[in-house]
């Protein structure tokens, strides 16, 4: 049982407030994920030739300035960081793959959690409380986000396997229930150069669909051959740079729930987080239907 997180907001005056409205939505899924949380947020995007990727060094005392030092001298002296405890975005003009080599090469401990021109992504251990006081969230910006809360049941408690799950660049998704044929889906992928990170069953997912956009399809077409590749029960929710996506299997065994207003699309596996956010007894509350694909642009 996992709890999933989802915000976006349609007015641009209300991107400053966007980690403030989502946190009852957040903490009101604590009993549904308490041992770990995280969250996808989606900004404006940086220059053109420039992405952003979010690192997790593993302790709370990370050296950020050497580590910044480092990367303008390696990468590029426009190079950037901005730190939160134990996570980090760099900022740099410098290729993913010489990013990703110059990290493995000088931090092998440190793990890289997302890449992008828009997306900055936190995850970790912990109540979803104590993580939100962590990395500051509600201080996030932006136009969307991604959220989820996580309760295992098939692999362990570590970092590694919260939710966001990413894949590619500017891609995210979050999980509640559980694939019975993860294992198929890595062989089918593994052959075409793809590699996994983990032995969660939401990492087969996201790689899939991520893979399908990779070779062309838009979301909504990938979303589909998805109904067709992955099975189990399952509600997804996706963010992409400019976009929402919320689906759910044949059965919808696994709970969602949508509130959308003139000022925002909330969702939440409950209810009962989304009831202290803003006009939300005037909004159209919905449950999505099975198989149905659910996309709001930002």
């Known amino acids: 049982m996992c709890g999933i997180v989802g915000l976006l907001v349609k007015k641009p005056e209300l991107r400053e407030q966007l980690g403030m409205l989502m946190m009852p939505i957040l903490i009101g899924m604590t009993e549904r994920g308490p041992e770990s949380a995280g969250m996808a947020v989606f900004t404006s995007a940086v220059a053109d ?14 050296p950020w300035a050497q580590f910044e030092a480092a990367a303008a001298r390696d990468l590029g002296a426009a190079s950037t960081v901005q730190a939160r405890a134990n996570h980090a975005v760099l900022e740099t003009a410098a290729a993913p793959d010489t990013v990703r ?3 493995l090469a000088n931090y092998p401990g440190y793990h890289l959690l997302s890449v992008g021109q ?30 989820h809360t996580r309760m295992a049941t098939e692999t362990a ?13 500017d891609f995210c998704l979050v999980h509640n229930g559980s694939l019975s044929n993860p294992n198929s889906v890595r062989r089918k992928l593994e052959p075409l150069g793809i590699k996994f990170e983990t032995d969660n069953d939401t990492e087969a997912a996201c790689r899939f669909l991520e893979w399908r956009m990779r070779e062309g399809d838009g ?8 109904f067709d590749e992955l099975d189990g029960f399952y509600t997804f929710l996706m963010g ?8 759910r299997d044949a059965f919808s ?11 925002y699309v909330a969702i939440s596996s409950e209810f009962r987080s989304l009831a202290k956010l803003p006009g939300v007894k005037n909004a159209n509350i919905f449950e999505p239907k099975p198989e149905q694909i659910y996309i709001w642009r930002a």
């Open 219 to 226: 979301l909504e077409t990938a979303l589909e051959k998805g």
């Open 118 to 147: 828009s997306i900055d992504l936190y995850k970790d251990t912990g109540s979803p409380a104590e993580v939100a006081a962590r990395y500051h969230f509600p201080a996030l910006t932006g136009s969307h986000l991604v959220g």
């Open 240 to 247: 992409t740079k400019d976009e929402l996506a919320l689906v």
């Open 49 to 62: 030739g420039r992405r952003k990727f979010s690192v997790y060094s593993g302790t709370a005392s990370a």
């Open 157 to 169: 408690v570590t970092p590694a396997r919260a939710h966001p799950f990413t894949a590619g660049e």
């Open 101 to 103: 080599a110059w990290l």
């Open 253 to 263: 065994c696994k709970p969602a729930i949508v509130a959308e207003t003139d000022d």
